[in-house]
């Protein structure tokens, strides 16, 4: 039951037809602090649907209605929403890309929720650190770590005495950083970290995660895995009466951060996803080749898309570029863009193409649309139904340096305000 309040903080509604969402009372606007309309309801719009924004005749959002009817904020997210007809109206979780709730996306949202500083959190999820010390440092954060002073908040009947020094009461802020023990330790790395002053173990985290912090990525990595080790020190003599000396706890963690980037911190792209595309059954690679690319502009995030085809010699056929309307969401843009390209193939007589594209996990996507209830899956049914008309047609991923053309295209000045496609070659870079 305790779970609900989180459930629901991530339910938002995926807009199909529109019949079955209230404007009002439902959040369903693209926006992840407040999914909700902010414009005051007047009595004329008691019960409106989302449906009732709907230009009959195009099927399309009815901008001069919108524009009449809301404040700039909110007509702004909704014209960025896409609208399936063919679809229903249902709820789906936005903390993971297929719409649908998961254990490890709810932990992420509870830490955005525990913790005030978005960036600290952030900063975590992004570090190339093994998963079970992402693990430690959320709960380490979040102040749920097995110290004594929390047991005895849990009304555990115990002593709270430091298991590592056996000196003061423990917390985590003592056990982690300003213990005798893990003294020792942080002198003996002698990593460039912020004094231990004050309790708040988050507050001196900020100082080293934090935006104003100067620290690279491999610096803050080695420090989350510093911490890591302590507090397997500490266990180690809670569990099994023994306490690695300081020497050796610092030996084992420099030698298992160097195993670690040798052999963990690679990209985890799967073999599969290099050489696996999305393919009509049946049919062999051919075609020309149409290289694909997303962007996002300025502020206000808009959305452009980006791609350049070429014979199967390498011969130049034709580049273009333009905007989208899409929210800030980088894999349903990547995927707008692919359909963005799959339909000017299409309309202009090719029977098939091998699109490339620099996202794996978009490639991997388009074999699992089923299991999508975001609006993701929309985009997804309609790249689908576009190869389903060109046999032969894949979409294979590559590495961003194979992709540089697109990405340029997609990131060029012109791509904001206007279309535009060049048969004899894009202006210059």
């Given at each position: 039951?305790?779970?609900?309040?989180?459930?629901?903080?991530?339910?938002?509604?995926?807009?199909?037809?529109?019949?079955?969402?209230?404007?009002?009372?439902?959040?369903?606007?693209?926006?992840?602090?407040?999914?909700?309309?902010?414009?005051?309801?007047?009595?004329?719009?008691?019960?409106?649907?989302?449906?009732?924004?709907?230009?009959?005749?195009?099927?399309?959002?009815?901008?001069?209605?919108?524009?009449?009817?809301?404040?700039?904020?909110?007509?702004?997210?909704?014209n960025k929403l896409p609208l399936n007809d063919t679809y229903d109206d249902l709820w789906y979780w936005e903390g993971d890309i297929t719409?649908?709730?998961?254990?490890?996306?709810?932990?992420?949202?509870?830490?955005?929720?525990?913790?005030?500083?978005?960036?600290?959190?952030?900063?975590?999820?992004?570090?190339k650190i093994p998963p079970n010390r992402k693990n430690f440092m959320w709960r380490a954060l979040s102040n749920i770590l097995p110290t004594l002073d929390n047991l005895i908040k849990k009304r555990v009947e115990l002593v709270n005495v430091c298991p590592a020094c056996g000196l003061v009461e423990e917390n985590v802020m003592h056990v982690l950083c300003s213990c005798t023990y893990a003294s020792l330790v942080w002198n003996l790395l002698q990593l460039p970290i912020p004094p231990f002053n004050g309790?708040?173990?988050?507050?001196?985290?900020?100082?080293?995660?934090?935006d104003a912090s100067t620290l690279g990525c491999d610096v803050r990595g080695r420090i989350c895995g510093v911490l890591h080790g302590i507090w397997s020190a500490r266990n180690s003599v809670v569990w099994n009466g023994n306490l690695p000396t300081p020497t050796a706890l610092c030996n084992r963690?420099?030698?298992?951060?160097?195993?670690?980037?040798?052999?963990?911190?690679?990209?985890?792209?799967?073999?599969?996803?290099?050489?696996?595309?999305?393919?009509?059954?049946g049919q062999r690679q051919n075609g020309v080749r149409?290289?694909?690319?997303?962007?996002?502009?300025?502020?206000?995030?808009?959305?452009?898309?980006?791609?350049?085809?070429?014979e199967a010699d390498g011969s130049y056929v034709a580049a273009a570029n333009g905007p989208m309307e899409c929210p800030y969401d980088p894999l349903m843009a990547e995927a707008m863009a692919v359909t963005e390209a799959l339909s000017w193939l299409k309309n202009n007589g090719y029977a098939a193409a091998s699109l490339f594209t620099d996202c794996a996990v978009l490639v991997t996507s388009l074999s699992?649309?089923?299991?999508?209830?975001?609006?993701?899956?929309?985009?997804?049914?309609?790249?689908?139904?576009?190869?389903?008309?060109?046999?032969?047609?894949?979409?294979?991923?590559?590495r961003r340096d194979a992709n540089k053309?697109?990405?340029?295209?997609?990131?060029?000045?012109?791509?904001?305000?206007?279309?535009?496609?060049?048969?004899?070659?894009?202006p210059s870079f």
């Open positions: 039951m305790a779970s609900q309040g989180l459930v629901k903080m991530g339910c938002r509604r995926r807009i199909g037809g529109g019949r079955t969402t209230q404007v009002w009372a439902h959040p369903w606007l693209p926006n992840s602090q407040d999914p909700f309309v902010s414009t005051d309801q007047l009595a004329i719009n008691q019960g409106m649907m989302v449906a009732d924004l709907v230009d009959d005749v195009t099927g399309t959002w009815n901008t001069n209605l919108i524009q009449q009817i809301f404040n700039a904020r909110d007509a702004s997210l909704i719409g649908n709730y998961s254990v490890r996306s709810g932990y992420r949202r509870l830490g955005d929720v525990l913790a005030p500083n978005s960036y600290v959190w952030s900063s975590i999820w992004k570090l309790n708040s173990f988050l507050f001196w985290a900020e100082l080293w995660l934090g963690l420099s030698s298992s951060w160097v195993a670690w980037q040798e052999y963990g911190a690679r990209p985890k792209v799967p073999q599969a996803h290099l050489n696996t595309s999305f393919v009509h059954e149409c290289y694909v690319d997303a962007a996002f502009h300025n502020s206000h995030q808009n959305a452009t898309y980006g791609f350049l085809v070429m699992n649309t089923r299991s999508f209830r975001s609006y993701i899956g929309f985009v997804l049914d309609a790249c689908i139904r576009l190869i389903s008309t060109m046999p032969g047609t894949i979409v294979t991923f590559v053309a697109a990405h340029m295209l997609a990131k060029h000045e012109n791509a904001p305000a206007v279309c535009s496609v060049w048969r004899d070659g894009p």
